[in-house]
């Protein structure tokens, strides 16, 4: 499990907002490995969402080299990163970011509309997902019927649709309650040894960092401090 | 593909059924004003064909030719060249023709006992009934001899009979025209509304002797109507009638002519297009409000887009590519126009088959052309896209990182 799936080369990131200059990556070179849990610490502006959003393939670096599983992500187009946030990662937001008034379902069914899978499969596929996080009864309920950790379960089960080589979470617990953040702790665990996908996780709470395997610690667009278990 | 492209957009118009009723609403409007002004044009056309095809194909008309002066046309019968003798000179030296009637009026009022009516008093030949084919309902239609003599008698139109008699019988009772008197000898048969430009039925024929000489005192003919012996002859007819009349009137070779013969089919024809520019403009006024429609369209649609900008952001982290989005956006408008269209049609349809069951409207003519369905159909769906198309590219460029994190 040692073989490398990610590798950042002194990414740098510049955001224009007005007049001012906001340097939100300033050289950031990293390597995550496949099998990895990791989280991505550190306090409000410290660059951790650049860092998030540049390897869900979200956003470009000015600088340096992003590779996945070797191929330079840096230099696609947006239709070739769009391909990539489809087959290779799966996001999972602190604000489920789920269609509002559709059902578990379809929420869940979404990556493989854009991927050209026949219907049948797409709904199957998508109903063995949503029973791999424990909603199996939930499959036609509309979101705005389900409870918080409920919705984050849909979230992953969508997020896992493609097989992806990555789940990138963000603040996944922020708006759920330590009972159910710990179910959603669990569940993420469980894909990461039992599947042996890989999680990057960014958080700000220390006890939720604690239970990665490996963590980085950022601060004013740069990583001060890394530990792993 | 496609099949999902439609599902995923009716979806998204079915969460917002009332805006997207509304929305299509304008659509809905257009296409059916268009479908139902232009069935009353199309209508309007066909009234006028089907009257004259009863009128014969055989009829021509022999006119003063259209006046120019100054380069202003005077329209037809203008200028005044036709005389009695040209006119029995047709029916005598053209073997074509069969029969004809010479053709003087003005418009006079007519008095009978205390009442009065105001209406078109037209000088004929014996031979009018026929020439025009037109039937008697009551009495008889005068005879050679009347318009040798002169002879003060006329024949009611069925409206002046209802105005001036109501239910007397005219039949030898006196009217007064320009304090003339008339004594009544026959009426003609009700040939109906004539769509838009009076009653046919609102004249008094008089002989045209007496018309000239009492009533007018004219010395041309406005016009001769002529019947030739039969439909195939019509053009032969116009023929011999024209050369008559250039040698009787000594007109040069190479020189306009001072006179106009038309036939049936080519006063048809004008009519016709008449008719054609009345549906154009029924249709382009119509084709306002369809045009409305469009932006109607194109507002709510970007009204949705900033709505669903959290939608775009999802839809892209997880894998749509900007075609997607401009795809699903335009699919949404095109549906929403193709639906409104649809709708239309129907609208406009009815509209034009229940027209007749409003008093006011009873008389007007409709008539369905599949052409303007189909177009009307097309141009639906042509407005779907072209007033999609710029809120779906909005959309599709959206950021995914902006639209993720809008509120």
Redesign the interface.
């Known amino acids: 499990m040692d073989n490398v799936l990610i590798q950042l080369v002194n990414l740098t990131k510049t955001y224009h907002i007005g007049e001012t200059e906001v340097r939100a990556l300033r050289g950031v070179s990293y390597t995550i490995k496949s099998g990895d849990f990791l989280a991505i610490m550190g306090p409000s502006g410290s660059g951790k969402s650049t860092m998030m959003?540049i390897i869900?393939c979200?956003?470009k670096p000015d600088s340096g080299q992003y590779l996945f599983e070797g191929a330079e992500v840096s230099k696609m187009d947006?239709?070739e990163l769009?391909?990539m946030?489809?087959?290779k990662i799966g996001?999972v937001?602190q604000s489920f970011?789920?269609?509002s008034?559709?059902t578990a379902l379809e929420n869940a069914e979404?990556?493989l509309?854009?991927?050209?899978v026949p219907?049948k499969e797409q709904t199957q596929r998508a109903l063995a997902a949503l029973e791999s996080v424990g909603l199996k009864g939930r499959a036609h309920h509309k979101t705005n019927q389900l409870s918080g950790g409920e919705q984050q379960r849909v979230a992953i089960a969508?997020a896992l649709l493609?097989n992806p080589a990555l789940i990138l979470a963000d603040e996944p617990t922020g708006n759920l309650d330590s009972k159910t953040s710990e179910e959603i702790l669990t569940i993420f665990r469980n894909l990461n040894q039992d599947k042996g996908i890989t999680i990057v996780m960014v958080t700000h709470e220390a006890d939720i960092g604690a239970q990665a395997k490996k963590r980085i610690f950022m601060r004013d667009g740069q990583i001060i401090r890394e530990d792993g278990n | 593909?496609l099949f999902?492209i439609l599902r995923?957009s009716l979806?998204a118009l079915s969460?917002n059924k009332m805006r997207t009723f509304l929305t299509m609403l304008g659509i809905v409007i257009g296409v059916g004003a268009v479908i139902s002004m232009v069935s009353i044009g199309s209508g309007a056309k066909a009234a006028v064909e089907e009257r004259f095809a009863a009128m014969g194909t055989n009829l021509l008309f022999v006119s003063g030719a259209s006046k120019r002066v100054q380069g202003v046309h005077s329209g037809f019968g203008g200028s005044q060249t036709l005389t009695v003798e040209d006119a029995n000179a047709i029916i005598e030296r053209c073997p074509a023709v069969e029969a004809i009637s010479p053709s003087v009026g003005t418009r006079a009022q007519v008095i009978y006992l205390s009442k009065n009516w105001n209406t078109s008093i037209q000088g004929t030949g014996e031979r009018y009934p026929d020439v025009r084919k037109w039937e008697i309902e009551s009495g008889t239609y005068f005879d050679e001899t009347a318009v040798r003599s002169a002879a003060k008698v006329c024949v009611l139109g069925a409206d002046v009979k209802k105005n001036l008699f109501e239910d007397v019988d005219p039949i030898g009772q006196t009217i007064r025209i320009k304090k003339v008197p008339f004594i009544v000898i026959g009426v003609l048969k009700s040939k109906g509304q004539s769509g838009g430009y009076g009653s046919r039925d609102d004249q008094i024929c008089v002989p045209y002797t007496t018309c000239m000489k009492r009533l007018q005192k004219a010395e041309f003919l406005s016009s001769i109507d002529i019947s030739a012996a039969t439909s195939a002859l019509t053009a032969q007819a116009k023929m011999q009638i024209t050369d008559l009349l250039r040698d009787r009137h000594r007109i040069a070779p190479g020189s306009e002519d001072d006179f106009q013969v038309q036939d049936m089919a080519e006063i048809a024809e004008g009519a016709a297009a008449t008719t054609d520019v009345l549906t154009l403009l029924l249709g382009s006024i119509a084709s306002i409000s369809l045009l409305v429609g469009g932006i109607g369209i194109m507002n709510i649609m970007l009204v949705s887009v900033t709505e669903r900008i959290?939608?775009i952001?999802?839809?892209?982290?997880?894998?749509?590519?900007?075609?997607?989005i401009l795809i699903q956006f335009l699919a949404e408008a095109i549906v929403l126009s193709l639906v409104g269209g649809l709708l239309g049609i129907a609208m406009g349809v009815g509209v034009s088959k229940l027209l007749k069951f409003i008093p006011l409207f009873a008389t007007i003519k409709t008539v369905i052309s599949i052409h303007w369905v189909v177009l009307a159909f097309a141009i639906s769906g042509s407005i779907g896209v072209f007033f999609g198309f710029y809120p779906a590219r909005k959309a599709s460029k959206l950021d995914?990182?902006e639209a993720?994190r809008f509120e």
């Open positions: 959003n869900g979200l956003d947006k239709n769009a391909r946030r489809n087959k996001f937001f970011n789920l269609l008034r559709t979404l990556p509309v854009y991927s050209n219907g969508r493609n | 593909m999902r995923v979806r969460r959290r939608e952001g999802i839809r892209m982290s997880i894998g749509a590519r900007e075609k997607d995914p990182i993720l």
